[in-house]
C-alpha cells in the first residue's frame, strides 16, 4: 500500500444557495457569519504574496482556496465552541492570510478527533477510492486490507476531519457562491495520483448561474 497523506486544505463544500443567501457580493455563508467577494480580493492578494510560484492565471485557483480556507476555519470554531474546547491563542501572522491559516491549524489540533474511530464504511471509501487510482492493490480484498487502514494515524485522522466538518457544514447550513463550485478538496490524499477521500458537503441548486 502506498503512503497516504492528509492534505493540507480541508474541502468544505456546500449546500445549495438559497433566495435569503445568495447574496453575489457574498462568498459564502456559514450559519450567521458571511463572507464578502471583498474580503476574497483582499487575502487573495495576500495568499498570492505567499506563494511566490503561483502564476497570474493561478489567481482563480488560490481564491478558491481562500474560500474554502475561511470556511474551514470558522466551522472549525463553531464545532470548537459546540465542544466547550477553549482555543489556544494565535499570534498574529505577517498578514490577516496567515493568521487565518495558523488559527485553523491550531483549532483543528486542538479537536479530540483521536476518540474518533473509523466506521467501516468510511473505510471503504477509502480502499474503494484507493484502487480506483492505483494507490491500493485490488487483487487484496477490503477485508484483508481493513485493518491496515483502520491502523493508520493518517487514515484515521483524516476521515475523522471528514466527519466533524460534513456534520458541522449540514448544521450550520454552509452555503457557497455558485462561481466557486465544486468547492471539494481531498482530505486523503496519495500524491500526484489524486484524492483517496474527498469531502463533498451537499449539492448545488440546479439552475443557479454562475455569473
Do not use: H, W
Amino acid at each position: 500500500m502506498r503512503r497516504l497523506t492528509a492534505a493540507a486544505g480541508i474541502a468544505v463544500a456546500l449546500l445549495a444557495l438559497t433566495a435569503c443567501r445568495s447574496n453575489p457580493s457574498v462568498a459564502a455563508y456559514v450559519g450567521d457569519e458571511s463572507f464578502t467577494e471583498a474580503k476574497v480580493d483582499q487575502l487573495t492578494e495576500q495568499a498570492a504574496k505567499v506563494q511566490q510560484t503561483a502564476q497570474p492565471g493561478d489567481t482563480a485557483a488560490i481564491r478558491t482556496e481562500v474560500v474554502q480556507l475561511l470556511i474551514y476555519n470558522a466551522l472549525c470554531k463553531r464545532i470548537a465552541a459546540e465542544k466547550g474546547i477553549k482555543l489556544p491563542a494565535v499570534a498574529a501572522g505577517p498578514s490577516e492570510y496567515e493568521t487565518i491559516r495558523q488559527e485553523s491549524q491550531t483549532c483543528v489540533q486542538a479537536l479530540p478527533l483521536d476518540q474518533m474511530k473509523p466506521s467501516d464504511e468510511d473505510l471503504r471509501k477509502v480502499y474503494d477510492n484507493g484502487v480506483e487510482i492505483g494507490v491500493l492493490d485490488p487483487k487484496q480484498s477490503f477485508d484483508q486490507i481493513k485493518p491496515q487502514l483502520a491502523g493508520d494515524p493518517q487514515v484515521a485522522g483524516a476521515i475523522a476531519v471528514y466527519r466533524v466538518l460534513t456534520d458541522a457544514a449540514k448544521s450550520a447550513d454552509v452555503t457557497v457562491n455558485p462561481r466557486y463550485r465544486p468547492l471539494d478538496l481531498p482530505v486523503l490524499s496519495a500524491g500526484e495520483r489524486g484524492a483517496v477521500l474527498s469531502a463533498p458537503f451537499g449539492q448545488y441548486e440546479s439552475g443557479v448561474s454562475n455569473s
